[in-house]
């Protein structure tokens, strides 16, 4: 049964307009969570994380929420461009501080950044 | 800084054939990690080591794949014999204490 969950495979947004995209998890274990971006050809790239002891972090036009009680995160991209088209995966770790690292990812949700 | 290495970045063979693909981190990190995509299982989690220590290698398949990491800048995963079940795209990454995962580019691996 998959721990992380991604249930839009697709989302399309005109430029400027804001990206919303949604990850459930279901181990409440889990205690950092992060997001990675990735595009053809290449392997995903770290964008933002945020550990179970906050319900937000920022970071430029790009934002994570964490409510833990519905063991839902989300990330909001604003304003959305072009350049932000690729495939979004949510990932989730139950080892914070420690040395494991073990990440377990969602399906991941392919964002279309229209012009 | 180089970002992490695999090669080959593409590799076809026949089923029954050796493949080994190979990673470098990225430079003072001490955590390794193998991972492969496929369109049905997402990216899974193979193996990883810490100090060049396999800690989990729960999520290797079958005994047809092994991973190594003989020092710090070097790692192979093996498989033998190779099936076309195994084509998939393999994903070396690296971290410091294992959080912020930072990828390579990935070997398309196709089983023939």
């Known amino acids: 049964d998959q721990q992380v969950k991604q249930n839009s495979p697709s989302l399309s947004v005109q430029e400027g307009r804001i990206s919303i995209l949604n990850c459930d998890y279901t181990n409440s274990m889990f205690d950092y969570f992060l997001w990675y971006k990735k595009y053809p050809a290449e392997g995903p790239t770290f964008l933002i994380s945020?550990?179970?002891?906050?319900d937000k972090n920022e970071d430029g036009r790009f934002t994570v929420f964490l409510n833990k009680s519905a063991k839902h995160l989300s990330l909001h991209i604003v304003p959305s461009q072009p350049g932000d088209s690729a495939v979004y995966f949510c990932a989730a770790s139950g080892t914070y501080g420690g040395s494991q690292g073990n990440l377990i990812f969602g399906k991941g949700t392919k964002l279309s950044v229209k012009p | 800084d180089a970002g992490v290495i695999q090669s080959p970045r593409h590799e076809v063979t026949e089923m029954g054939q050796e493949v080994t693909l190979r990673c470098k981190p990225i430079s003072g990190h001490n955590s390794l990690f193998w991972y492969r995509q496929t369109m049905m299982r997402g990216l899974e989690l193979l193996i990883y080591?810490?100090?060049?220590?396999?800690?989990?290698d729960s999520g290797m398949p079958e005994d047809r794949f092994s991973a190594k990491m003989p020092n710090a800048s070097f790692s192979t995963l093996k498989i033998q014999p190779s099936e076309p079940r195994d084509s998939a795209v393999y994903f070396c990454?690296?971290?410091?204490?294992?959080?912020?995962?930072?990828f390579g580019p990935g070997t398309r691996l196709t089983v023939t």
């Open positions: 945020i550990s179970s002891i906050k």
């Open positions: 990454a690296s971290s410091l204490w294992g959080y912020e995962q930072y």
């Open positions: 080591f810490n100090n060049n220590v396999p800690i989990d």
